[in-house]
Nanobody
Framework: QVQLVESGGGLVQAGGSLRLSCAASGRTFSSYAMGWFRQAPGKEREFVAGISWSGAGTYYADSVKGRFTISRDNAKNTVYLQMNSLKPEDTAVYYC????????????????WGQGTQVTVSS
């Protein structure tokens, strides 16, 4: 089993930045693709960004392209999500997840999840 722990969420004003981290343990981290999802109140969980096992491939939801950047450090078993130019509509609980499939964007393609970290963007 893999354990994932997110951190770095908080309250930020519109236009500001946050960097989320997700620390993984219990599985060979570098063998799997990783993804970030988010879920706002009353809405379904949605894909935000993903990264291949090597870090060479990244993919994003259209709503965050050009503003968010996903990266990973396999030596530290950690994946990051740098979020810039934040908007109130980015407010959600953000989750990281593990997938054996590269370029996966659906929740059922991911088989392990963290507990989430809250991001709140004020206008």
């Amino acid at each position: 089993q893999v354990q994932l722990v997110e951190s770095g969420g908080g309250l930020v004003q519109a236009g500001g930045s946050l960097r989320l981290s997700c620390a993984a343990s219990g599985r060979t981290f570098s063998s799997y693709a990783m993804g970030w999802f988010r879920q706002a109140p009353g809405k379904e969980r949605e894909f935000v960004a993903g990264i291949s096992w090597s870090g060479a491939g990244t993919y994003y939801a259209d709503s965050v392209k050009g503003r968010f950047t996903i990266s990973r450090d396999n030596a530290k078993n950690t994946v990051y999500l740098q979020m810039n130019s934040l908007k109130p509509e980015d407010t959600a609980v953000y989750y990281c997840a593990v997938s054996p499939t590269i370029y996966a964007m659906r929740t059922h393609d991911y088989d392990a999840w963290g507990q989430g970290t809250q991001v709140t963007v004020s206008s």
